[in-house]
């Protein structure tokens, strides 16, 4: 089945610096990568997402890049803020009837002020 | 739209009792999963129901289970608690089966087993 591993699991950033958080996937017929973000005691939310006939999708200060060859999935934080502080997780669907949303472990990231 | 309503929000309850937790997927949504998260482990996937049938199921003991109503409404059930279930339970719901679609999450249930 498919296996996300995400990196790192912990991030600091001074504020206004960029951030990046990686994750790998290991079923090559993945097509779906969103990405959530879970504020302190709050329920994860969708933040951006790509699929697989995409290699980078932008929203603002975020955006997302997808590299199918090489199996991993990067989410790009710029000009970051304190209220990007959060934990986030990617996630990754092989596609098909019977399979499911697989998650990775998370990333903490603490923007510094 | 109304999101994705869970409850209750929170619950105490001891060793050896069971617990039902319910979730409201969003109006139109057909399909439920159903997630543990406790501290350092992330999101570990419990189940999916679509159109009141259980598509897939996670790594759990047979004491968690579930099910899904004709109004979409689905409920989980942990029976004989032990203190290893205290977590937060989420829910997901998308209008497709399996993930291939957004899932939105509930606020979650805290559960605190004593």
């Known amino acids: 089945g498919e296996n996300v591993e995400q990196h790192p699991s912990t991030l600091s950033v001074q504020e206004g610096d960029s951030a990046v958080i990686k994750c790998t996937y290991s079923?090559?017929?993945?097509?779906?990568f969103p990405w959530y973000k879970q504020e302190l005691g709050k329920r994860p939310q969708l933040i951006i997402d790509?699929?697989?006939?995409?290699g980078e999708k932008k929203d603002q200060r975020i955006a997302v890049t997808l590299n199918k060859t090489a199996k991993h999935f990067s989410l790009h934080i710029t000009e970051t803020q304190p209220e990007d502080s959060a934990v986030y997780f990617c996630?990754?669907?092989?596609?098909?009837?019977?399979?499911?949303?697989?998650f990775g472990a998370g990333t903490i990231l603490r923007v510094k002020s | 739209k109304a999101g994705v309503t869970q409850t209750p929000r929170y619950l105490i309850k001891t060793r050896g009792q069971q617990v039902t937790l319910s979730c409201s997927p969003i109006?139109?949504?057909?399909?439920v999963s159903w997630y543990q998260q406790t501290p350092g482990q992330g999101l570990q996937f419990l189940f999916e129901?679509?159109?009141?049938?259980?598509?897939n199921k996670g790594n759990f003991p047979g004491r968690f289970s579930g099910r899904q109503f004709s109004n979409s409404r689905s409920e989980m059930n942990v029976s004989t608690l032990e203190l290893g279930d205290s977590a937060l339970y989420l829910c997901?719901?998308?209008?497709?089966?399996?993930?291939?679609?957004?899932?939105?999450f509930g606020p979650g249930t805290r559960l605190l087993v004593l």
């Open positions: 997901a719901s998308s209008w497709s089966a399996g993930g291939e679609e957004t899932q939105y």
């Open positions: 129901y679509f159109s009141e049938t259980q598509r």
């Open positions: 790509i699929r697989s006939n995409v």
């Open positions: 109006s139109g949504h057909r399909s």
């Open positions: 079923d090559s017929a993945s097509n779906y």
């Open positions: 996630a990754a669907f092989p596609g098909g009837y019977g399979n499911k949303l697989v």
